[in-house]
């Protein structure tokens, strides 16, 4: 479905801003539709054949379209916000959004929603991210697109159940809308309704048999049930219609990481890494490899990725990516329990961002996360009492923002300080709120139930962390520990 490590967020802000659009203004206006703004029938057109290719996920073929509509018209905000979801780079994805945001007191209010609604997004402002899309909906509730928008946002918040309501919605007003379906899919996948996300992929499947994302899409959820060998089917398929689409490349890679066969995931991804087509597609491959390397516990070989990450960003002076490559490296460094090294290696990322010319609200952003970084890395040093006053500091910010996914983080801290003082009742309480879509959080709920001697719960925890089948960082991590505690366990 998307692309992996940094490329994710945009990859669902593009499915996103990929519904939005229709053919003709004339028509949308008296249909209720959201218009598209543009002076030029040509950029029009142009941009509709990418539009068409984005909704496939066919990312790379789109950017061509999309380049040629903002030539044949420089105030095309619409097609800039495109470029944008469809940029290999995020130093092009800024580069373009912030292009849609200049332009954007020139198109209709719901142009204009949907690309303030994309900076909120990017800003971490989730409450006015909210508001935009709400007040979309509200404007045109007629309007498929709109609704899928306000439905990613609850998507991206694991507000699964809401989601699904406006997706469901959404069959009703288009039911020959095919990317509905993928979502469909993934919110029925997430809720572990499996039959009914089958059922979502099937349809998807239907109605656009020659593409290949629909059979992506499905292998995903066979590799999620732990059906590896069909799974890598489906991503076979994928790769008979398209030989260049990324997601099926990674995800066999994937299956036979968590087959354990090493090797030929690790051929799988440079073969991928071979034939990429832009710097986007090799830090997918570098960072799958990255991954590959800490499943197998190699951690230094995954600070050489880490490395190979920085040194594709630095190429282009991408701010972004090489801060992000250097938070990959202090992850590692931290789960390698090289804390003043992680600490350093952080702070370069601060610095890095707060000398940059990205928007204040991200530097303000990473100034907060650096308070979630500074407690873990005092709590591996069992400095509680430091660990305890970052982890306060990163509360009071998470609050100050009501950002739902930030605030579940402030629980995470609260939780692994409470499990490293052995406070196993409040360590659950916490955890709990914390963000269950990352297994080392079901990792840390087993341990603290290990730690109140319930077994069953223990071992419940532990069986989700180890068969969470999903390829992350965090994963990565935690999978054959979870594994190996799982084995020791009595049935």
């Known amino acids: 479905?998307?692309?992996?490590?940094?490329?994710?967020?945009?990859?669902?802000?593009?499915?996103?801003?990929?519904?939005?659009?229709?053919?003709?203004?004339?028509?949308?206006?008296?249909?209720?539709?959201?218009?598209?703004?543009?002076?030029?029938?040509?950029?029009?057109?142009?941009?509709?054949?990418?539009?068409?290719?984005?909704?496939?996920?066919?990312?790379?073929?789109?950017?061509?379209?999309?380049?040629?509509?903002?030539?044949?018209?420089?105030?095309?905000?619409?097609?800039?916000?495109?470029?944008?979801?469809?940029?290999?780079?995020?130093?092009?994805?800024?580069?373009?959004?912030?292009?849609?945001?200049?332009?954007?007191?020139?198109?209709?209010?719901?142009?204009?929603?949907?690309?303030?609604?994309?900076?909120?997004?990017?800003?971490n402002n989730d409450p006015k991210q909210k508001e935009c899309y709400e007040k979309l909906v509200a404007t045109y509730p007629n309007d498929e697109r709109a609704h899928v928008n306000l439905a990613g946002y609850f998507y991206g918040q694991q507000e699964y159940a809401k989601a699904l309501e406006h997706y469901?919605?959404?069959?009703?007003?288009?039911?020959?809308?095919?990317?509905?379906?993928?979502?469909?899919?993934?919110?029925?996948?997430?809720?572990?309704?499996?039959?009914?996300?089958?059922?979502?992929?099937?349809?998807?499947?239907?109605?656009?048999?020659?593409?290949?994302?629909?059979?992506?899409?499905?292998?995903?959820?066979?590799?999620?049930?732990?059906?590896?060998e069909e799974s890598i089917a489906g991503y076979e398929k994928a790769l008979s219609i398209d030989p260049h689409f990324f997601s099926a490349h990674i995800g066999i890679a994937a299956n036979q990481m968590f087959m354990g066969k090493?090797?030929?995931?690790?051929?799988?991804?440079?073969?991928?890494?071979?034939?990429?087509?832009?710097?986007?597609?090799?830090?997918?491959?570098?960072?799958?490899?990255?991954?590959?390397?800490?499943?197998?516990?190699?951690?230094?070989?995954?600070?050489?990725?880490?490395?190979?990450?920085?040194?594709?960003?630095?190429?282009?002076?991408?701010?972004?990516?090489?801060?992000?490559?250097?938070?990959?490296?202090?992850?590692?460094?931290?789960?390698?329990?090289?804390?003043?090294?992680?600490?350093?290696?952080?702070?370069?990322?601060?610095?890095?961002?707060?000398?940059?010319?990205?928007?204040?609200?991200?530097?303000?952003?990473?100034?907060?996360?650096?308070h979630f970084n500074n407690a873990k890395l005092a709590l591996g040093k069992s400095q509680f009492t430091a660990a305890e006053a970052e982890a306060e500091d990163f509360r009071a910010g998470a609050e100050k923002t009501n950002n739902p996914a930030t605030v579940k983080m402030s629980h995470e801290l609260s939780g692994r300080i409470a499990l490293a003082e052995k406070n196993y009742d409040k360590a659950i309480a916490e955890l709990e709120q914390a963000n269950l879509q990352n297994p080392y959080n079901l990792y840390r709920l087993s341990l603290a139930y290990q730690g109140k001697k319930d077994a069953p719960k223990a071992r419940e925890y532990c069986m989700k962390t180890a068969q969470f089948n999903s390829p992350t960082m965090q994963y990565a991590f935690v999978r054959t520990k979870a594994e190996k505690m799982l084995a020791g366990m009595k049935g």
């Open 168 to 228: 469901t919605k959404v069959t009703t007003l288009a039911p020959s809308y095919a990317p509905v379906y993928n979502m469909l899919g993934y919110c029925n996948f997430q809720l572990g309704n499996y039959p009914d996300a089958e059922k979502a992929f099937k349809k998807y499947i239907e109605l656009i048999p020659n593409d290949p994302n629909p059979y992506d899409s499905e292998a995903e959820l066979q590799m999620k049930m732990g059906k590896f």
């Open 262 to 370: 090493h090797d030929e995931a690790s051929s799988t991804l440079q073969k991928f890494y071979d034939m990429a087509r832009d710097d986007g597609d090799r830090q997918t491959a570098l960072f799958r490899m990255m991954l590959l390397n800490i499943d197998q516990g190699k951690l230094d070989v995954a600070l050489q990725d880490a490395e190979k990450l920085y040194a594709l960003g630095e190429k282009i002076n991408d701010v972004a990516a090489m801060a992000g490559a250097l938070n990959n490296r202090a992850d590692i460094l931290d789960e390698a329990g090289k804390y003043d090294d992680a600490k350093g290696t952080y702070d370069r990322a601060l610095n890095m961002i707060q000398g940059s010319n990205l928007s204040q609200e991200i530097k303000d952003n990473a100034k907060l996360f650096q």
């Open 1 to 123: 479905m998307n692309r992996p490590g940094s490329h994710l967020f945009f990859s669902l802000i593009l499915l996103a801003l990929s519904a939005f659009l229709w053919n003709g203004c004339a028509k949308q206006a008296d249909e209720g539709k959201i218009p598209i703004t543009t002076s030029s029938n040509e950029a029009k057109k142009e941009f509709l054949e990418g539009r068409d290719l984005a909704e496939k996920l066919l990312t790379q073929n789109s950017i061509q379209h999309f380049q040629k509509a903002v030539a044949l018209d420089s105030n095309f905000a619409l097609a800039e916000l495109y470029l944008s979801g469809a940029s290999p780079t995020p130093k092009e994805f800024f580069d373009h959004l912030n292009k849609a945001v200049k332009l954007s007191a020139k198109v209709s209010e719901g142009e204009r929603l949907m690309i303030l609604g994309t900076e909120a997004a990017v800003n």
